[in-house]
């Protein structure tokens, strides 16, 4: 199941996000630090470590944000939400092609998001693309999403 949740956090919580995580103090470090061996070849970005002041500041506004939402709440039933990651990537940057591993550290994973914090226009390149493996099913039987 995909579904797409359109404005979780409030335009002026988001300003205020962007200028903390774009701040020069920001202790961005190589995304390959968290990920698997597949998903280090080809992740080339950055990211919060989990102990940095600032991503210990931002994950309870995720977390109250994700759990007080009604669709995420009756789509998914989530009996925890763990492993956040605050991500960035630059010019040349992006996570390639990979796949999203179903346990981690913390637990499994059955769900995977992102959440963008600058609209879509502010992008100059790069996308997010969801591979979904093709069904063989009759026309008209597809789910719907």
Known sequence: MRFQIDSLLPADQLAGWCRRLLAPEADWRPGQDS????ARTVKHNRQLPRGS???QSLLPLVHQALQGHPLLASAAL???IHSLRFCRSGPGEGYGRHVDNAYMAEGRSDLSFTL???EPDAYSDGELVLEFPMVRRPFGSLPAI
Do not use: E, I, Y
């Not at 990920?35 to 597949?38: D, E, M, T």
């Open 35 to 38: 990920a698997g061996w597949h």
């Open 53 to 55: 002041a600032l991503h």
């Open 78 to 80: 989530p009996a925890r």
């Open 116 to 118: 963008f914090l600058s």
